[in-house]
């Protein structure tokens, strides 16, 4: 059974920080590329960061770069999140997707793009 699964996420105070986790099972992540996707409430969900199956494409929204790392384990089959210098305005649902491409150096921060989706985790950041 093909499935992702997030964790890590919790309530964190402003300028602190999390790592998110997505473990896949029932597939070989290493040949996908992963996109972090998040949802506040009453907002569209929008592509916060992707990472290509060759690991050599990251693209990141304009809101978090410069906080947020998005990385691999393969012998895991786990992608990261790292999210530092957290903002009110990064309280969301993360949900991690993935999507085959044929060319290793593709991802996409459109979440009409992806197959595959987990199941999110809550992150808020609060004082």
């Known amino acids: 059974q093909v499935q992702l699964v997030e964790s890590g996420g919790g309530l964190v105070q402003p300028g602190g920080s999390l790592r998110l986790s997505c473990a896949a099972s029932?597939?070989?992540?290493?040949?996908?590329?992963i996109g972090w996707f998040r949802q506040a409430p009453g907002k569209e969900r929008e592509g916060v960061s992707c990472?290509?199956?060759?690991?050599?494409?990251?693209y990141y929204a304009d809101s978090v770069k410069g906080r947020f790392t998005i990385s691999r384990d393969n012998a895991k089959n786990t992608v990261y999140l790292q999210m530092n210098s957290l903002k009110p305005e990064d309280t969301a649902v993360y949900y991690c997707?993935?999507?085959?491409?044929?060319?290793?150096?593709?991802?996409?921060?459109?979440?009409?793009?992806?197959?595959?989706w987990g199941q999110g985790t809550q992150v808020t950041v609060s004082s």
């Open positions: 990472i290509s199956s060759s690991d050599d494409t990251t």
């Open positions: 029932g597939f070989a992540l290493r040949f996908y590329a």
């Open positions: 997707a993935t999507r085959y491409y044929s060319d290793s150096l593709i991802c996409d921060l459109d979440y009409n793009a992806m197959e595959t």
